[in-house]
């Protein structure tokens, strides 16, 4: 299987499917991350360090290098373009009722990048949550749910390359609400942790 991650900042890829990725790779899938907003020089970096944590390969790791925080700038069809230059069985987004602008660009970018023309490749689109983001914005309800038990560990240490980003509790974005949200996801489907999408399209 081809997996595909769009997100649009450095750390939401770790945050929205950190367990999710590893899991993949373990399984021998194929997996390629496109970060859209560069962010930082540094961020880059730890981008880097963080999905090496999670298996991704060098050649796999992708930046499109448009400004952060700035997507609204630049001409949808154009985002879209770039999305459009991947393919993959699988890919994991934003979910477009995020309340950063970014990530609500980067899922509407994403659904029309792939819409389910004849032939299309992408067979199901999963929308992650980001904290201190989607429970923010309009409310993230998944019905789609992964089991990170055994993955749930590299998360932790792909966030840790992303230490800057991080905030203290009670800041949804820290460690311990992290840890909370995976804690709960994994106990609203019998296990002890997962992470949470909602099905943007899925053809089974």
Not at 10 to 39: F, M, N, R, S, W
Not at 144 to 155: A, G, L, P, Q
């Amino acid at each position: 299987m081809k997996m595909l991650v769009v997100a649009a900042h450095p750390d939401d890829e770790v945050l929205g499917c950190g367990g999710t990725i590893a899991k993949h790779i373990k399984a021998g899938d194929e997996v390629q991350v496109l970060i859209l907003a560069q962010g930082r020089e540094d961020l880059r970096m730890s981008a880097r360090k963080a999905l090496n944590k999670l298996g991704v390969s060098l050649k796999n790791m992708h930046f499109a290098n448009l400004e952060d925080q700035s997507l609204d700038i630049y001409a949808f069809s154009d985002i879209v373009g770039i999305i459009e230059r991947y393919s993959a069985d699988i890919v994991y987004t934003h979910d477009e009722n995020d309340l950063n602008l970014d990530h609500q660009i980067t899922a509407q970018a994403v659904k029309t990048a792939f819409r389910p023309l004849p032939g299309q490749q992408v067979k199901t689109i999963l929308a992650f949550e980001v904290l201190s983001s989607s429970e923010w914005g309009k409310g993230f309800t998944p019905d789609y749910f992964v089991d990170i038990s055994n993955t749930y560990k590299h998360k932790i240490a792909a966030l840790e390359c992303y230490a800057s980003e991080m905030r203290h509790h009670p800041h949804p974005r820290s460690f311990s609400g992290v840890d909370a949200l995976i804690r709960l996801r994994g106990m609203s489907v019998g296990v002890s942790a997962a992470e949470a999408f909602k099905v943007v399209r899925m053809v089974c």
